[in-house]
């Protein structure tokens, strides 16, 4: 690889678990066998779009992980086809209220330039 992809690659996975704005995140299978708690980012805003493009108010939640991470760990991130799959994967993080939130990741986003994985989340009760 290049020097320059390398650094970034170490920069970014540096920014998203201990660069200042990282949470502790649980997360487990959706049978709950494996489970990882390790640091990322964590994001949840009322300010969403609806299909036409217009803002709305409406729950947005997401998490930023370093896939090197969960790999590390032995955790389960990609399927048999060598596809990033998190899908229905448990996550619980604390927001700002520091009150432990639990939800399913709903969609999945790899940046296999960097390394990282963006996962959309919707609710989940226990």
């Keep these: 690889m290049g020097r320059i992809l390398d650094l970034a690659r170490k920069d970014s996975r540096r ?52 896939e090197s991470d969960l790999i590390d760990n032995s955790y389960p991130v990609r399927n048999a086809r060598g596809e990033v799959n998190l899908l229905n994967h448990l996550v619980i993080y604390k927001d700002s209220t520091g009150v432990s939130r639990n939800f399913a990741i709903k969609e999945n986003f790899p940046d296999e330039t960097l390394g990282l994985i963006v996962c959309i989340l919707t609710d989940y009760t226990v």
Excluded: M, Q
């Excluded at 299978?29 to 108010?57: C, Q, R, Y």
């Design 15 to 66: 920014y998203v678990t201990r660069g200042g704005f990282e949470v502790n995140i649980s997360i487990s299978t959706p049978d709950g066998f494996t489970s990882l708690d390790l640091t990322g980012w964590a994001t949840k805003h009322f300010i969403n779009f609806d299909s036409d493009g217009l803002p709305i108010n409406s729950k947005n939640v997401h998490i930023n992980l370093s």
